[in-house]
């Protein structure tokens, strides 16, 4: 199928569910993003920071941007004053830096801000651990940050084909996003997004609570390992 037909796709499989299509271009020239976005998409994610701000020169600025991979303190000062949605946040001193810059641009709007829990069973994969998110969250930093909206959680599974581990890792997700809520957000609509699943998984992502998929060769096909 083309890229526009794989948009309609995802768009008839979720239109009955509180599910987004997050389509992550990575790898991608801008000509294939905007094919999608000439069949209706606006929501795209990227995982490295100058792929995400050369595709953000070429293409229409009413795309909603998220960054979803892991991000390095020096790097925020790039994305603070358009980005959307940083998914990513891994730590307290990230966060800081993201709400410091998004303060010096002077945004009318907070970035978004995703807590990426570790969740696989793979050192290779950023995120925090649950109690470091409460740790975040009881800060003394984070109370005082008024230039980003932490409204939800994010996490990468274990790459496997394992369904039943897939769900347990989607599980253990969604139960610390039900436990924040209830500690933290509990009167906040804001929080609501549960960022979990991928080409590969999405399905038992939606099934399990996931707000929010991260779909990349399943629209755009195989990626580019050159770039």
């Known amino acids: ?7 309609l796709y995802f768009d008839a499989q979720l239109r009955n569910t509180p599910c987004r299509l997050v389509a992550v271009s990575k790898t991608h020239p801008a000509e294939k993003v905007m094919e999608a976005y000439n069949a209706g998409h606006r929501l795209f994610g990227e995982n490295k ?7 953000r020169d070429l ?17 925020v000062k790039y994305i603070a004053e358009f980005i959307d949605t940083i998914q990513s946040v891994d730590s307290l001193k990230l966060l800081i830096e993201i709400n410091r810059r998004a303060e010096m641009f002077g945004r009318t709007m907070p970035i978004n801000c995703l807590l990426q829990i570790s969740i696989a069973d793979e050192e290779t994969k ?30 990468i599974a274990t790459n496997t084909t394992d369904e039943n581990k897939l769900r347990e890792e989607f599980r253990y997700l969604r139960g610390c996003f039900q436990n ?5 957000f509990f009167a906040k609509e804001s929080f609501k997004e549960i960022s979990l699943g991928m080409t590969s998984d999405w399905q ?3 099934a399990e609570g996931s707000t929010m998929i991260r779909v990349g060769s399943g629209i755009f096909g195989e990626r580019n390992y050159s770039k």
């Open 59 to 75: 293409l229409p600025h009413d795309i909603a941007w998220h960054l979803i991979g892991h991000l390095q303190t020096n790097k």
């Open 1 to 7: 199928m083309s890229i526009a037909e794989n948009i």
């Open 180 to 184: 924040l809520k209830e500690t933290f």
């Open 49 to 55: 920071v100058q792929e995400l701000i050369e595709k």
């Open 126 to 155: 950023y995120g925090m651990s649950y109690d470091e998110a409460v740790a975040l969250l009881q800060s003394d930093d984070y109370r005082q940050m008024k230039y980003i909206s932490v409204t939800g959680v994010m996490g």
């Open 204 to 206: 038992l992502a939606v």
